[in-house]
């Protein structure tokens, strides 16, 4: 059946809190710098927040030039992003919760409206927003299930983030190119980026504008064409944004942000499935046609506030349109089948094509900040189209189609997602020390799902599926203050994975139900040493109930989805940051996972006691940074980092299809001079240029059904540059 294409898709430790502050701030302070964060859809300092959050700012996002999630993720404290070769093909993972099935189990936000598609249909597991920094303030990652603020598909945690709004009173702007280059590529990157805001009318209405562009070389070389550096990609992103604050108490922003990621094909090596070696060498792949990708985003969005002074409405309404478009090879896989039915060799190029058009809508109403009691209500709508188109071709060598054989699919697979929810937030200061919060959240939504499909693997099918499902999301959060400075906590909270139909099929569930999770967290967050230090402690165990797995049939080769097992993830992440003299800041973090099955799953070949794909028991990362002034126009600033990520399985550990993916360490180096306006910057990324692979997926030849080769997505080698930004 057509849907089993869809399988083939592919030292002090301190808090990254401490990391949002400016090079420039660091130097004139021996204190670790507040940072405000709206975690719970209210303003607040990072540290009086009674749950994990660390946040990424603007400094580290320049420092390490950042352009992809893939950058950050081992330096987020349990945050795991697997690329599938390029940004926007990404799969993350929070807390030990890997998706398991096609949904994800990440959030993603921007300020304050969702983005990606909910539908089980979807694929959202491989494919996260990767945004390009310039214009993002900070980056929050809300740690742990989300169900009760956020909803859906946050059942590991959230990833918002928080861009920069527009400047009422002062006009200003940034400007900035950088080259690169990366070890074995033929070619030298570069991009340039602008931004600009000010007033339109002072004080009353002002606009922002900017745009990023990014083109990186090609280090993949393929023994089976020629081409070198095969693996060439170039990013693109434009926002506008305006708001309007004709009074105190009323504001309104409207916003545009517009991205494209074009890939002629992917970061992967070949690798022998026995030897997990390079077939080819070093930095080689063997597929017979390009596996290019694109991936888009158009996000449009209205927030509107009125401060009521006894309490603020909030208005955040959003249109979106992500696209995802991926290229396969598939030739290693279906081309031994083509002799059998008479037919010559030849290729089987395949295509996905998700495009998912979203409508959200929240309305919601606080307390005033300071009273007694404080509360939070509010409703939910989102909308969601998602086209699901698959494609298979069989082609001769020369590219001509092969009659009788072509196409061998042609598929789909459309689907819409409604959803209507409202959620309530509660806390009572019931001394000046003891706070006790809880929160509510029902959702009810509602699904269709239709596929059609036509070729020679499948013939004609017409199918069609429906689902209703209600789901009760909670939380309950004591925190004590012992001082001003010392705070525990404790947070019990829950999250789902929204189900969905299936397609109908004799042996198949008619819907597959959505899971739920549970996270017991006990932490502790202290700042010490007249605020010279942070050190934040996370001890939780996360109960996941009724995973959403993909099955498959024997014989008909057709995957569905199903609920099967259980799992936990329990572990202790501690996080903090140190400032011995001004301008020299010591940070790091460490997490303990231990994320495995707690039941049997034998649609995933999965034991209890079996870890979960891409976790690693250990990871973690340490930098240092430090400020100083040379003159009193010139000030100067170095800065390392190392991430450190365990040893993980790609698939539950007792599966036939896991492979051990080895633990790796990088260093990562940056200096910059400031003069006045002007900054030039040094970066230099996996300094050793180490080869580690995180990501394998298996090439299978379904004529034999064994495994033909890994193709695998190797960190970015070696990568040294240079950039310049000026502040006009």
Not at 90 to 114: K, N
Not at 275 to 298: C, V
Request: one cysteine or more; aromatic letters at 10%.
């Amino acid at each position: 059946m057509f849907a089993l294409f869809a399988a083939a898709a592919p030292a002090v430790l301190v808090p990254c809190a401490a990391l949002a502050q400016t090079n420039t701030a660091a130097a004139n302070s021996s204190q670790v710098a507040e940072v405000v964060v709206t975690a719970q859809k209210r303003s607040e300092n990072l540290q009086a927040v009674p749950q994990q959050v660390n946040v990424v700012g603007t400094a580290e996002l320049q420092d390490l030039h950042i352009t992809q999630l893939a950058d950050i993720g081992a330096y987020v404290p349990g945050l795991q992003v697997n690329s599938g070769g390029t940004p926007g093909q990404t799969t993350l993972s929070l807390r030990g919760i890997a998706p398991i099935g096609p949904s994800a189990t990440v959030g993603t936000y921007i300020d304050d409206t969702p983005v990606g598609s909910t539908s089980v249909q979807a694929a959202g597991a491989y494919y996260s927003l990767d945004l390009m920094p310039y214009d993002v303030q900070r980056i929050e990652v809300l740690q742990g299930p989300q169900g009760t603020l956020y909803g859906a598909n946050s059942i590991g945690g959230l990833i918002k983030y928080v861009l920069t709004s527009p400047d009422l009173n002062t006009f200003h702007g940034n400007a900035g190119v950088d080259v690169f280059g990366i070890s074995h590529a033929g070619d030298a990157g570069g991009g340039g980026r602008l931004s600009v805001t000010g007033p339109i009318i002072p004080g009353t209405l002002g606009f922002l504008a900017s745009y990023s562009s990014e083109s990186t070389p090609g280090y993949i070389n393929n023994i089976q064409t020629g081409q070198k550096g095969q693996n060439d990609y170039w990013q693109q992103s434009g926002r506008l944004a305006l708001l309007w604050q004709p009074t105190n108490d009323i504001s309104l922003k409207l916003g545009a942000v517009l991205q494209r990621i074009d890939a002629a094909d992917d970061a992967t090596v070949a690798l022998d499935p026995t030897t997990l070696k390079p077939i080819g060498g070093e930095l080689t792949d063997n597929n017979y046609l390009a596996e290019p990708s694109r991936s888009s985003l158009q996000h449009y969005s209205l927030e509107a506030s009125w401060d009521l002074h006894w309490a603020k409405l909030i208005s955040a309404t959003s249109y979106s349109i992500t696209s995802d478009y991926t290229g396969q090879d598939l030739t290693r896989s279906y081309g031994p089948l083509f002799p059998l039915v008479g037919a010559p060799a030849g290729t089987a190029p395949f295509s996905l094509d998700y495009i998912t058009k979203k409508v959200t809508q929240e309305l919601r109403l606080s307390s005033a900040p300071g009273d007694r009691i404080e509360w939070l209500v509010g409703g939910f709508y989102t909308h969601e189209d998602t086209k699901n188109s698959q494609n298979a071709d069989a082609l001769t060598f020369g590219g001509a189609p092969i009659p009788g054989l072509d196409p061998l699919l042609v598929a789909e697979l459309p689907d819409t997602y409604q959803e209507l929810a409202a959620f309530g937030d509660v806390t009572f200061h019931l001394t000046k020390k003891l706070d006790v919060s809880g929160g509510l959240r029902y959702a009810y939504n509602n699904q269709t799902f239709d596929a059609t499909a036509t070729g020679f693997l499948t013939g004609a099918a017409s199918l069609s599926g429906t689902s209703h499902e209600g789901v009760l999301t909670y939380n309950f959060n004591p925190k004590y203050q012992f001082t001003k400075d010392i705070q525990a906590y404790l947070r019990i909270a829950s999250g789902y994975q929204a189900g969905g139909p299936n397609i109908p099929y004799p042996g198949v569930p008619a819907i597959v139900k959505s899971d739920t999770l549970t996270n017991y967290e006990l932490g502790l967050k202290s700042e010490f040493w007249d605020r010279r230090a942070l050190l934040d402690v996370a001890v939780f165990y996360i109960d996941w109930q009724n995973i959403q797995v993909q099955g498959f049939q024997t014989g008909t080769g057709f995957t569905y989805l199903d609920n099967g097992g259980s799992a936990k993830s329990e572990g202790v992440s501690v996080d903090g940051s140190l400032q011995p003299i001004a301008g020299l800041t010591l940070s790091g973090n460490v997490t303990y996972t231990d994320a495995a099955l707690t039941q049997a799953v034998p649609e995933i070949g999965g034991l209890s006691g079996d870890r979960l794909p891409y976790i690693p028991l250990w990871s973690g990362s340490m930098q240092a940074n430090y400020s100083w002034a040379l003159t009193s126009d010139v000030a100067a600033h170095v800065g390392a980092g190392v991430r450190l990520v365990g040893d993980r399985y790609s698939e539950v550990s007792s599966s036939p299809s896991a492979y051990r993916l080895g633990a790796y360490g990088a260093l990562d180096l940056n200096a910059d001079v400031t003069y006045k306006q002007y900054t030039a910057r040094l970066f230099l990324k996996n300094v050793t240029d180490t080869r580690a692979y995180d990501y394998d997926a298996e090439i299978t030849n379904a004529l034999t059904g064994t495994v033909a080769q890994l193709e695998s997505t190797l960190i970015q080698p070696r990568t040294f540059g240079v950039a310049l930004d000026a502040k006009f």
